[in-house]
């Protein structure tokens, strides 16, 4: 599990029906990726446990247990991938994107300095 060869690739369609099918552990050795990836992609894609269906996370309602009116369960939508709270880039680093991380670094460093 140390070394994970596939660490800085791409995911592919093909990697990512592995990742719906087996559990996490058995996925990141068939991948060649760290469990702790393999896990983010699954919440990612929004994915309940290993089945192989592609069936999104659900939770069960309150209301249908309250009032017994709806349907039972309702689908969780994948989280929103984080953005840089300055820019609209990806966010990387503490809420920042590399390029924003980096130049708020700078700019410390010199007030420091
Ligand atoms: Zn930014």
Do not use: I
Not at 44 to 64: M, S, T, V
Request: net charge positive.
């Amino acid at each position: 599990m140390a070394e994970a060869p596939n660490k800085w690739q791409r995911w592919t369609d093909t990697e990512d029906s592995v990742v719906d099918l087996f559990p996490a552990r058995e996925a990141a050795e068939l991948l060649g990726r760290t469990y702790q990836a393999v896990r983010s992609r699954r919440d990612q894609k929004g994915l309940g446990p290993a089945h192989g269906n592609q069936k999104p996370k659900k939770r069960l309602r309150r209301e249908y247990f309250q009032t017994g009116e709806g349907p039972r369960e309702e689908v969780v939508p994948p989280p929103k991938r984080p953005k840089c709270r300055l820019c609209r880039r990806k966010a990387r680093a503490k809420g920042f994107c590399l390029k924003c991380y980096a130049r708020l670094r700078y700019r410390a460093k010199r007030a420091d300095g």
